[in-house]
Structure formats: C-alpha cells, structure tokens
C-alpha cells in the first residue's frame, strides 16, 4: 500500500501548482492580496534593469477587481512588491524616489508634498538580495512602506500616494518596460 501511495504521489506532484499568478526571473507573485478586507489582484509583474543589463528588480502590481489599469494613480487601493537582485543603499533609495517624484510632478504638487516624501524616504533602510519592498496605499490612511512584511511608515494623501506610484507608473516612470509589465502589457 506505501508503494502505491507513492506512486500516486509522484504521479500527481507535477500536477501540484501553488497559487501563484506569476514568476518573474525566479520571483513569484501571489494572484491577489488583501487590503482592508478588499481583494487586490495582479495586474502584472515587470523586470527592471540599470543600463538594460544589470537586473536591479522585479515588482509586482495590485489593484481591485474590475478596476482598469489607467486608474492606477487614482485614489484606488493598490498595492505595489518589488524584491531585489542587489544590495541597495536607503541613501540610493531616497534620492532616487525624490528624483523620480520630481519628474512626476508639477514644481507646485512636489513642493505640497515635500514634508511628506522626506519623512517617507527617511524610513527608508539598506536591502540584500531577496529583500522585498511593499508600498500599500489605502484611501483615506496613506501609503505605507513594509520591508519584508514589517511596517516601516504610514504617509497620508491621495496626492502624496499619486506622486508616489509616479515614480514606477507615471509619465516618466523609472523605465517602460517595468511600467509596461506592471500594468499588463508586454514584460
């Protein structure tokens, strides 16, 4: 009987599939999360590369059921993973969130949010390989930032969650193609 709870077993193990939605470079991405009690679902996942070689991360990105990817910088639930290849400094991190913020935006809307992105980039912290960034906004709460599931910091305002998402969603975004994937076009 153990041989053939084997044989079974073996049989049916390559039929097995966790619930995963998507693998990106090794990296796998839950079909939908929970925010609030509201089901966000993949949208997509994206690569990002520095100088189109090096890969820097793959992020994945979450929005309500029903909701059309064009909305993503509305004042909708979303949520955003990104893990890492390489180690990154949270110097590199709050530079890089301020530049991309400021080519997001007008000179008005990042000096109303100004406070607010130094306090967020503040939180930020050094990440190894494997380390994984969330970045969850909910309405009327804020965006918070997580490293490897522990909450760092919780920043108010639709505008400030806008000019956030920007950054990797917006008309300058770090890179097409990561934008692209995400909202779930071509990877």
């Known amino acids: 009987m153990r041989k053939a709870s084997y044989l079974v077993a073996l049989f049916l193990l390559p039929l097995w599939q966790p619930a995963w939605s998507a693998t990106i470079e090794g990296v796998a991405f839950a079909e939908s ?9 993949l949208v997509g996942t994206g690569l990002q590369r520095y100088m189109g ?5 793959v992020a994945g990105l979450y929005l309500p059921e029903g909701t059309q990817p064009a909305a993503v910088l509305d004042d909708v639930p979303k949520r ?17 969130t301020s530049k991309g913020v400021r080519e997001n935006t007008t000179a008005a809307e ?5 406070a607010r992105l130094d306090r967020f980039a503040a939180a930020y912290e050094n990440v190894n390989p494997g380390d994984r960034y969330t970045l969850t906004y909910r309405p009327g709460k804020g965006v918070t930032l997580a490293l490897n599931g522990v909450d760092k910091i919780t920043v108010e305002g639709a505008d400030f969650a806008a000019a956030l998402y920007s950054v990797w969603l917006g008309k300058h975004p770090v890179t097409q193609g990561l934008k692209a994937g995400l909202l779930g076009g071509k990877r």
Do not use: M, P, S, T
């Open 33 to 41: 999360r929970r925010v609030d009690g509201a089901k966000l679902v």
């Open 80 to 96: 955003l993973d990104i893990q890492y290849f390489h180690r990154i400094r949270a110097a590199q991190f709050a530079e890089l």
């Open 53 to 57: 070689i090096y890969k820097v991360c």
């Open 110 to 114: 990042y000096a109303r949010i100004k």
